[in-house]
T-cell receptor, first 113, second 118 residues
Framework: DQQVKQNSPSLSVQEGRISILNCDYT??????FLWYKKYPAEGPTFLISISSIKDKNEDGRFTVFLNKSAKHLSLHIVPSQPGDSAVYFCAASEYGTASKLTFGTGTRLQVTL | DTGVSQDPRHKITKRGQNVTFRCDPISEHNRLYWYRQTLGQGPEFLTYFQNEAQLEKSRLLSDRFSAERPKGSFSTLEIQRTEQGDSAMYLC????????????????FGPGTRLTVL
């Protein structure tokens, strides 16, 4: 049972434009959400997180939006840069589980010149 | 570099052999996690330590797998009698978490150990 879903396996965006990566979850007990970026042959790198008490969190070019009623979150990258090309994973943790993360299957972002 | 480190980065072994991986977390982090990632999938939780205590194990962690964190610092993950299905990237992560199970600490990952079982 895939509790965290990233339905778009890949996304291509032009440099300077906005990248929007989406994530849906099914477990209503999830209360903390994170986005990680992963380059080949490296471990995931933390990007940004959001608690369920918020609906938006911003850090530089990265903004995460959370819609609890729809069980949906999205990551916006503005402006997109070629160095953003990587696989992006959405992850979630459930209250009381000491941050055991459940990951989606990832979205490969390619930022073209 | 004070990030999470893992050793070795790559391991090729024959089916039936035992392998051991090491993870050194960020020094002030009290929590340490092991995940496994296969091609096309996100990382899957295997086990978690708070200090030296192993507090949770996934059902993915068969009895051929054992993990330790003897002094609450580095951790080892051993796989006995490896099978081809064990081929994966094994990721370690660490975080600083307070007691009480609140799920708001951020995990920082190491580069992973890629295991290939022939």
């Amino acid at each position: 049972d895939q509790q965290v879903k990233q339905n778009s396996p890949s996304l291509s965006v032009q440099e300077g434009r906005i990248s929007i990566l989406n994530c849906d979850y099914t477990n209503s007990m999830f209360d903390y959400f994170l986005w990680y970026k992963k380059y080949p042959a490296e471990g995931p790198t933390f990007l940004i997180s959001i608690s369920s008490i918020k609906d938006k969190n911003e850090d530089g070019r990265f903004t995460v939006f959370l819609n609890k009623s729809a069980k949906h979150l999205s990551l916006h990258i503005v402006p997109s840069q070629p160095g953003d090309s990587a696989v992006y994973f959405c992850a979630a943790s459930e209250y009381g589980t000491a941050s055991k993360l459940t990951f989606g299957t990832g979205t490969r972002l390619q930022v073209t010149l | 570099d004070t990030g999470v480190s893992q050793d070795p980065r790559h391991k090729i072994t024959k089916r039936g052999q035992n392998v051991t991986f090491r993870c050194d977390p960020i020094s002030e982090h009290n929590r340490l996690y092991w995940y496994r990632q296969t091609l096309g999938q996100g990382p899957e939780f295997l086990t978690y330590f708070q200090n030296e205590a192993q507090l949770e194990k996934s059902r993915l962690l068969s009895d051929r797998f054992s993990a330790e964190r003897p002094k609450g610092s580095f951790s080892t993950l051993e796989i006995q009698r490896t099978e081809q299905g064990d081929s994966a990237m094994y990721l370690c992560a660490s975080s600083f978490g307070s007691s009480g199970g609140l799920s708001t600490d951020t995990q920082y990952f190491g580069p992973g150990t890629r295991l290939t079982v022939l």
